[in-house]
């Protein structure tokens, strides 16, 4: 099993900064790609970034330019730098561990954490 802890959640002024963590604990060679995703109240949760053992990323059309995630593999930690905050950002984030394919064949899922809420006040 893997554990997922996020931290770094808020209140924030627009055009503000946060920044998230994300540790991972537990079975980590399950984990291959993890990311960070966002659900606002009466929508879907999106996608926000993900980056892949290797470190490549991507993100999300609407946050490219002012989002960064970063994975520190020693630590078992993925973060993520978030400025330029908008209102639209307000969401509860959660991270996402994704196993790699050989694991999912065996029937393993993904993990999530818990969330953090994130406001952003115009």
């Known amino acids: 099993q893997v554990q997922l802890v996020e931290s770094g959640g808020g209140l924030v002024q627009a055009g503000g900064s946060l920044r998230l963590s994300c540790a991972a604990s537990?079975?980590?060679?399950?984990?291959?790609?993890m990311g960070w995703y966002r659900q606002a109240p009466g929508k879907q949760r999106e996608l926000v970034a993900a980056?892949?053992?290797?470190?490549?990323?991507n993100y999300a059309d609407s946050v490219k330019g002012r989002f960064t995630i970063s994975r520190d593999n020693a630590k078992n930690t993925v973060y993520l730098e978030m400025n330029s905050l908008k209102p639209e950002d307000t969401a509860v984030y959660y991270c996402?561990?994704?196993?790699?394919?050989?694991?999912?064949?065996?029937?393993?899922?993904?993990?999530w954490g818990q969330g953090t809420l994130v406001t952003v006040s115009s």
């Open positions: 537990g079975s980590i060679f399950r984990i291959d790609t």
């Open positions: 996402n561990a994704k196993p790699p394919y050989n694991y999912i064949l065996r029937g393993a899922l993904d993990a």
């Open positions: 980056v892949t053992s290797g470190g490549s990323t």
